[in-house]
C-alpha cells in the first residue's frame, strides 16, 4: 500500500494540483470579466502544491504613492487613479510569486536528499512550481501592460466559484477520512499477515524475531494513524478556517474583480491553458513512473515472502533429517560400545586360553614322558621276568630229567636182572601201565600247553626256549610241569600288576588325549569366534566411517542452514529497508506539509 492512493479522483497530490490549477483558472476567467472601475480590496495567494487559496488583508489606502512591498507586511498603497491600484496590485503580485519561488526552490532543496520516488513527486511539485510562478509572471506582465483595459464582471459568478472551491475543501477532507481508513485496512490487513506468519514461523526464533519487527511496525503504523488522524483534525481545522477566508475572499474578490481587468487576459488565458496541459502529461508521466515503481516494489516483496517461505520448509527438512541422523548415530553409537565390550571380553578369554595353552601343553609334555618312561620301565621288567621265568624253568627242568633219567637207569637196571621168563608178564605190565603212563604224559602235555598259553597271553612276542617245544625236553617239561605251578602262579600276579598298571597309564594317556582334543578345540572356537570378531571389527570399522560421513554431511547441512538463515536475514532486511524508505517518504511529505501549512500561516498572520 504507497503513501499516494491514486484510486481517488481527488485523494493524492496530482488530483490537489489540478485543483489548484481549475481555482486559479477560475481565477483568471473571473478577471478577465472584472472591469477597471472596481478597487482591489485584498491579495489572493494560491499554493502551487496543496491548491490552497488564502487572502492577506486588504491595503491600507492613501493618496501617496506605492514606496516598498516586503514578504511579510503589505505595503499602503495609493487609491486617487485606477492605474496607481494596478501598478501597486502588480508590485504585491510580484512579492508575492518572489516568495512561491523561494518557497519552491526551499522544497527542492529539501526533497534532494530524500529517496527516488521522493525526488521524483517533488520534482513533480517544483515543476508545478515554476509553471505557476510563470503563470503569476504573466499575469504581472499583463497586468503593468493592460492598465486601461476593463470590463463588467458578474458577481454571482464569482459567488459560485468560491462555492466550488469551498465544496473541493470539503472533498479533500472526505479524502482525508478515505485515506485514514484505507491506513486502517492496511493495519488490519498487516495484522492478518502478522498472524499467519505466527503460525507458520512458530518454529524458528529468526521468524519470531521478524514476527517482533513486524508488531513494531504495526506499532509505528499505529502511531503514525493516531498522528495523521490528528493531521486530519487539524486538516479539518483549517479547512473550516479557510472556508471562512474564502467566503471573506470572496466578498473582497467582487470589489476587486470590479476594478482590475483587461482585454489581453485572454492570450494569458490560452498560455496558462497550454501550460496546465503541460503540467497534466507531466503529471500523467509522473503517475506511470510511480505506478511502475510500485509494481516492482511489490513483485520484489513477493518473491522476497516466497523464497523466505522455500527457506522456511528447507529449514524444516534440516531439521527433520538433522533428527534422524543424530537418533542413528546414537544408536551406532551404543552398538559400537557394546560391541567393543563384546570384544573386550572376548579378547581377555582368549588371552587367558593363550596363557593356560603352554601350560597345558607343558602337562602333556610331561604326561608323555611319563607314559614313555613307564612304558620302558614295563618293558624291562617283562623281559627281567622272562629271564627270571625261562631260568626258574630251565632249572625245573634239568633237575626232573635228572630224576627221570636217574629213574630210568634204575628200571633198566632192573629190567635187565629179570629173566626172560618174566618178559611176557612185563609185557602184560606194560600194556597196563601204557595207560597210566599215558595218562600222566595227557597231564604233562595238558600243564605244558596251559604254560604255553598263559606265556602267549602275558608274555610279548610268545618267546620260549627250544628246550620246552624239542622232543627231548617233552619229557623234562612233564616232570617240572607239577613242581614249578607255584612259581608260575607268582609270574602270573606279577604279569597281571604290571598289565594292571600299563592299563591306568593308558587311561591317564586317554584322558590327556581327551583334554588336548578339548584344548583343541577350544582353540578352534576361539579361532572362530576371532574370526567372527574380526569381521564384526571390520563391520564397526565400516560403520563408523559412515558415521564420520553422516557426521560431515551435518556439518555441511549445518552450514547451508545457516547460509539459508544469512540469506533469509538479509532479504528481511531488505524488505525493513524498504519499509524504512517508504516510511521515510512519508515522513518527508508529512514534514513539507507541515511546512507549508506553517508558511500558510505566516502570510495569513
Not at 504613492?65 to 496607481?84: A, L, R, W
Not at 518572489?98 to 521524483?120: C, F, G, P, W, Y
Not at 598259553?453 to 620246552?468: A, D, R, T, Y
Not at 581327551?514 to 582353540?523: E, I, S, V
Request: glycine residues 2%; hydrophobic residues 30%.
Amino acid at each position: 500500500m504507497s503513501f499516494f492512493n491514486t484510486s481517488g479522483p481527488s485523494g493524492s497530490w496530482g488530483s490537489m494540483l489540478k485543483q489548484a490549477m481549475n481555482t486559479v483558472e477560475s481565477k483568471f476567467d473571473k478577471a478577465l470579466d472584472i472591469g477597471e472601475s472596481s478597487v482591489y480590496q485584498g491579495e489572493v495567494y494560491v499554493d502551487p502544491v496543496t491548491g490552497f487559496v488564502t487572502t492577506l488583508d486588504p491595503p491600507i489606502l492613501s493618496s501617496q504613492p506605492v514606496t516598498k512591498s516586503t514578504q511579510n507586511q503589505g505595503s499602503q498603497k495609493p487609491i486617487s487613479t485606477s492605474g496607481n491600484s494596478q501598478g501597486s496590485d502588480s508590485k504585491e503580485l510580484r512579492t508575492i510569486l518572489d516568495n512561491i519561488i523561494e518557497q519552491s526552490k526551499s522544497s527542492k532543496n529539501e526533497s534532494e536528499t530524500a529517496s527516488l520516488t521522493s525526488v521524483h513527486t517533488n520534482s513533480i511539485i517544483s515543476n508545478s512550481s515554476d509553471t505557476h510562478s510563470r503563470e503569476l509572471d504573466g499575469i504581472d506582465s499583463s497586468r503593468t501592460s493592460h492598465d486601461s483595459r476593463t470590463s463588467a464582471v458578474e458577481p454571482q459568478s464569482t459567488i459560485d466559484n468560491f462555492q466550488h472551491i469551498i465544496e473541493q475543501r470539503e472533498r479533500q477532507l472526505l479524502n482525508a477520512a478515505e485515506q485514514n481508513a484505507l491506513l486502517n485496512n492496511t493495519i488490519e490487513q498487516l495484522k492478518i499477515q502478522i498472524q499467519e506468519l505466527e503460525s507458520k514461523n512458530s518454529e524458528s526464533k529468526i521468524v519470531k524475531d521478524h514476527v517482533e519487527e513486524q508488531t513494531e511496525t504495526i506499532r509505528e503504523l499505529r502511531a503514525t494513524l493516531i498522528r495523521v488522524e490528528e493531521q486530519a483534525g487539524l486538516r479539518e481545522d483549517n479547512f473550516r478556517h479557510e472556508i471562512l477566508a474564502l467566503q471573506q475572499q470572496l466578498q473582497v474578490a467582487e470589489n476587486y474583480a470590479r476594478d482590475s481587468t483587461s482585454e489581453e487576459w485572454e492570450i494569458d488565458r490560452i498560455q496558462l491553458l497550454k501550460q496546465l496541459e503541460d503540467v497534466k502529461t507531466q503529471y500523467a508521466l509522473s503517475v506511470k513512473n510511480w505506478e511502475k515503481i510500485e509494481h516492482n516494489l511489490t513483485i520484489r516483496l513477493t518473491e522476497m515472502e516466497r523464497e523466505r517461505n522455500r527457506y522456511i520448509e528447507e529449514c524444516k527438512k534440516l531439521n527433520s533429517q538433522l533428527k534422524e541422523s543424530k537418533s542413528h548415530s546414537e544408536k551406532k553409537e551404543f552398538e559400537l560400545i557394546a560391541t567393543q565390550q563384546k570384544n573386550s571380553q572376548l579378547n581377555e578369554e582368549i588371552r587367558s586360553l593363550k596363557a593356560r595353552i603352554p601350560i597345558l601343553q607343558s602337562e602333556i609334555e610331561t604326561l608323555t614322558s611319563k607314559l614313555e618312561s613307564s612304558e620302558e620301565r614295563h618293558q624291562m621288567s617283562l623281559k627281567e621276568a622272562e629271564e627270571q621265568y625261562r631260568c626258574i624253568l630251565q632249572q625245573t627242568l634239568e633237575e626232573k630229567q635228572d630224576e627221570w633219567e636217574e629213574r630210568l637207569r634204575s628200571e633198566q637196571e632192573v629190567k635187565s636182572k629179570e629173566p626172560e621168563q618174566e618178559k611176557q608178564p612185563l609185557k602184560i605190565d606194560s600194556i597196563r601201565s601204557s595207560p597210566i603212563r599215558s595218562a600222566s604224559e595227557t597231564q604233562l602235555s595238558s600243564l605244558r600247553s596251559v604254560s604255553e598259553i598263559h606265556l602267549e597271553k602275558h608274555v610279548e612276542g610268545g618267546i620260549l626256549s627250544p628246550m620246552l617245544k624239542s622232543p627231548t625236553s617233552s619229557i623234562r617239561s612233564d616232570r617240572s610241569s607239577i613242581d614249578g605251578g607255584a612259581s608260575i602262579m607268582s609270574n602270573v600276579v606279577m604279569t597281571e600288576r604290571l598289565n594292571s598298571s600299563i592299563r591306568y597309564l593308558k587311561g591317564q594317556v586317554s584322558t590327556l588325549q581327551a583334554q588336548l582334543y578339548l584344548t583343541t578345540k577350544n582353540r578352534d572356537e576361539l579361532a572362530d569366534e576371532l574370526v567372527k570378531l574380526t569381521t564384526q571389527m571390520e563391520d564397526l570399522s565400516l560403520k563408523s566411517e559412515k558415521v564420520n560421513e553422516l557426521e560431515r554431511q551435518f556439518y555441511e547441512l549445518n552450514e547451508r542452514y545457516n547460509t539459508a538463515l544469512e540469506l533469509l536475514g538479509e532479504k528481511t532486511e531488505q524488505v525493513d529497508e524498504l519499509q524504512a524508505d517508504i516510511e521515510d517518504m512519508r515522513d518527508a511529505y508529512r514534514s513539507q506539509i507541515t511546512d507549508l501549512t506553517a508558511q500558510l500561516e505566516k502570510y495569513r498572520s
